[in-house]
């Protein structure tokens, strides 16, 4: 799962998303320094993860990329879910995915004292380009895909993968849709379980 699944499985809670998004750069227990809400969105983060990499639906899916791209098959893959989830965002939310996607980017202006260094730098990128929105469309999801290419150096050449996901796309959909409807459930378990411990 990519950015705006992480966001979207944390609920209403804004510091919750906040600690989801931000998770994968904080490591081991350093996530104890943060205030109790993002806390529980870098803990949920870790849990989606784990149920994610797991799960044999997703690895199926992921299968179709590993001959080719190798260790970045995962990275990719959840970025082409995160498409599934964007262009079926009606089925998720009854808020649209722009008005969605600008009150997250506000919630990181409101909240900027508690980002990582790495969110801070990561933010006029992410909202001038507007990824979020931009995981609904192809031509948006092939641009996220060069951009992460070229933080690796194109080692991986990222954005050719929009020939597996239009060769693959209705299976690929379908994975998708089975997948999260479980992972939802998890998450509201774990989200559960984090606000009683």
Same mark, same amino acid.
């Given at each position: ?6 966001? @979207? ?10 600690? /989801? ?8 227990? /350093? ?8 806390? $529980? ?5 870790? %849990? ?5 990499? %797991? !799960?044999?639906? @997703?690895? *199926?899916? $992921?299968?179709?990329? !590993? ?5 970045? %098959?995962?990275?990719?893959?959840? #970025? ?11 089925? @998720?939310?009854?808020?649209? &995915?722009? +008005? @969605? ?13 508690? &980002?990582?260094? $790495?969110? *801070? ?10 990824? &979020? ?57 774990? #989200?559960?379980?984090? +606000? /009683?411990?």
């Amino acid at each position: 799962m990519n950015f705006l699944a992480h966001i @979207y499985l944390s609920g209403d809670n804004d510091l919750m998303k906040i600690g /989801n998004f931000m998770a994968d750069g904080i490591r081991g227990n /350093n996530y104890l320094n943060f205030p109790e809400d993002i806390k $529980k969105g870098i803990l949920l983060h870790r %849990a989606i993860d784990t149920f994610t990499d %797991a !799960h044999p639906t @997703y690895r *199926k899916s $992921k299968h179709r990329l !590993h001959e080719k791209y190798g260790h970045y %098959a995962g990275v990719i893959m959840d #970025i082409l879910y995160d498409h599934f989830l964007a262009k079926n965002w009606h089925h @998720y939310s009854s808020d649209p &995915l722009d +008005n @969605y996607a600008d009150r997250f980017y506000q919630s990181l202006k409101d909240n900027y004292e508690v &980002l990582t260094e $790495k969110t *801070k730098g990561m933010m006029p990128y992410m909202m001038a380009r507007n990824w &979020l929105l931009s995981y609904a469309t192809i031509a948006g999801l092939e641009m996220i895909l060069f951009q992460m290419d070229h933080r690796t150096k194109n080692r991986a050449h990222m954005q050719e993968a929009i020939v597996e996901l239009l060769e693959y796309y209705s299976d690929l959909e379908s994975e998708f849709t089975s997948f999260f409807a479980e992972l939802q459930k998890h998450c509201l378990e774990k #989200i559960n379980a984090l +606000n /009683n411990s």
